[in-house]
């Protein structure tokens, strides 16, 4: 039996402008001025109902949590406001207008590659990483992907199966070309992987990770 696809980028749109309607509803009513703080207030409290009325598809859980989490340790610092936006510009500049989040294709990863070895990256695409191994690039920024696992993660041109990014450099330049190619990196870690000194990001079939994907540089 097929599996159901995964929805969580779907759900997560949905739920962020939800939030960021809502929030302009009640100031446009009079009810919450617009000030980092009270929105910060009005989103804290939208979060922690939202989780008391399990409002939104079990998926969400986790990330609510967190936001609720935040919100109470970070005050207005948690800026939940502004990661709701961060959120909505990039899922929807990966809809392009459309109803659903399409295939990810193997081209983009393979223009990807192409682009960072341009930019002086060395990219290792042709041994396994079964393991735990070191990979030596003596300073350059480097990405590391197992032979094995691209073999697997690739049918007739799409991604169908997860595939993990090994990364060692400039993490925000990386986020940022993968989004010019309609790629959503999801982090796994910053640093230790089975690729010494290299931290582990994954791509997943409609870029649908169960997590919230590492967002571009958005401008204020």
């Given amino acids: 039996m097929k599996s159901e696809p995964r929805v969580f980028n779907q759900h997560l749109l949905t739920m962020v ?12 009513s009079g009810k919450t001025s617009a000030t980092p703080v009270s929105e910060t207030y009005f989103l804290s409290s939208w979060v922690t109902k939202a989780i008391k009325q399990q409002r939104f598809h079990p998926c969400l859980k986790a990330v609510l949590l967190q936001w609720q989490q935040q919100s109470r340790s970070m005050g207005k610092n948690a800026a939940l406001k502004k990661q709701f936006a961060d959120i909505q510009t990039a899922y929807r500049q990966q809809l392009k ?10 081209a983009q990863l393979r223009a990807l590659f192409d682009e960072l070895v341009q930019l002086d990256w060395e990219v290792t695409l042709e041994y396994p990483v079964l393991r735990k191994v070191s990979h030596f690039t003596e300073g350059q920024a480097s990405l590391v992907v197992c032979c094995e696992q691209q073999t697997a993660a690739f049918k ?3 991604v169908i199966k997860p595939l993990s990014l090994y990364v060692r ?30 931290g582990e990001y994954l791509v997943y079939p409609t870029n649908d990770g169960p997590i919230i994907a ?7």
């Avoid at 402008?17 to 302009?24: A, P, V």
């Avoid at 109803?99 to 294709?105: C, D, G, M, T, W």
């Fill in 156 to 158: 007739d041109g799409e």
């Fill in 17 to 28: 402008e939800l939030g960021l309607g809502e929030l302009q509803d009640s100031i446009e």
């Fill in 169 to 198: 450099g400039d993490k925000h330049q990386l986020i940022d070309l993968a989004a010019k190619h309609d790629v959503l990196l999801h982090k796994v870690t910053d640093y230790k992987s089975k690729v010494k000194y290299h």
């Fill in 214 to 220: 590492e967002l571009p540089s958005i401008a204020d």
């Fill in 97 to 106: 207008g459309r109803e659903a989040f399409e295939p990810l294709k193997e």
